[in-house]
């Protein structure tokens, strides 16, 4: 089990890209502020971006800024630790190295404040979420992988560009309930890492709740999305858990 020793950041589900020049900039700011309060962890719970198509596009200028902004917080001392999202689940150890991050598994377990916590990127829980199961597990293969990044980097573009316009469009016909994270996942996970705390993404539903397991009590932390006029982060250190609002 990974031990957070100091202060520890969280955030998720940034969706940056090069036509959102204003989510990079908070980025930066938050970054930089990190770096301002001499944080020691930084952990980000995935979709960082909102594609990433391979690390062979890393020269792309806009990649690179960011991954030179991670670079640059590594440099001064953070550790920045990275759980794969459903939209940047191709980033692997070309960009984590550039970066000067450490790739996380897709359930991970650490010793935060004193609390055994699981952190995810949230999707995982999301089991009622039928067609988006099947989906996650048809991509997440290493054969898909091998062959989606076996393409150019045009074809790949156009293949991502086709998928969200297709991701779009399920939403729009599928319930809030179907998408939110399924509580006895929640308790199964816990249960499972012997954890009394889950912080993670995806939902897009920021909140805090208090869980009750066979063992006791448990809570859970869900980090909002940034690219909707919000954002936010938790953060922990010897004081407890708290949030931070980065909205606009």
């Known amino acids: 089990m990974l031990t957070i020793a100091g202060t520890a950041r969280f955030v998720s589900d940034l969706h940056l890209r090069a036509e959102r020049p204003d989510l990079t900039q ?62 940047d689940f191709l980033i692997g150890e070309t960009f984590a190295a550039a970066a ?13 404040g004193g609390t055994p916590t699981l952190l995810m990127h949230g999707d995982t829980v999301c089991i009622d979420d039928l067609p988006y199961q099947e989906f996650r597990r048809m991509v997440r293969s290493q054969q898909w992988q091998a062959d989606f990044l076996a393409r150019p980097l045009p074809e790949r573009r156009a293949e991502v560009a086709s998928l969200r316009r297709r991701s779009a469009e399920a939403m729009q016909g599928k319930t809030a309930a179907i998408m939110d994270a399924n509580g006895a996942a929640i308790r ?17 539903r920021p ?24 954002g936010d982060a938790l953060e922990i250190d010897a004081a407890g858990i708290r949030r931070i609002n980065l909205s606009t």
Not at 104 to 112: D, F, I, N, R, W
Not at 188 to 204: M, N, P
């Open 188 to 204: 199964e996970a816990l249960t499972a890492h012997g954890c009394t705390r889950l912080i993670h993404g995806h939902t897009h």
């Open 207 to 230: 909140g805090h709740e208090v869980i009750q397991l066979a063992s006791g009590s448990a809570e859970r932390w869900v980090l909002s999305d940034w690219d909707t006029g919000r």
């Open 26 to 87: 908070r980025f930066a700011d938050f970054l930089a502020a990190t770096a301002a309060a001499r944080v020691e962890t930084l952990f980000i719970l995935g979709d960082l971006f909102e594609y990433w198509i391979g690390d062979d596009d890393l020269g792309d200028p806009f990649n690179a800024r960011v991954c030179k902004l991670l670079r640059d917080l590594a440099d001064r001392g953070t550790r920045i630790f990275f759980i794969a999202g459903n939209r």
């Open 100 to 112: 000067g991050m450490r790739l996380l598994s897709e359930t991970e377990k650490v010793g935060a």
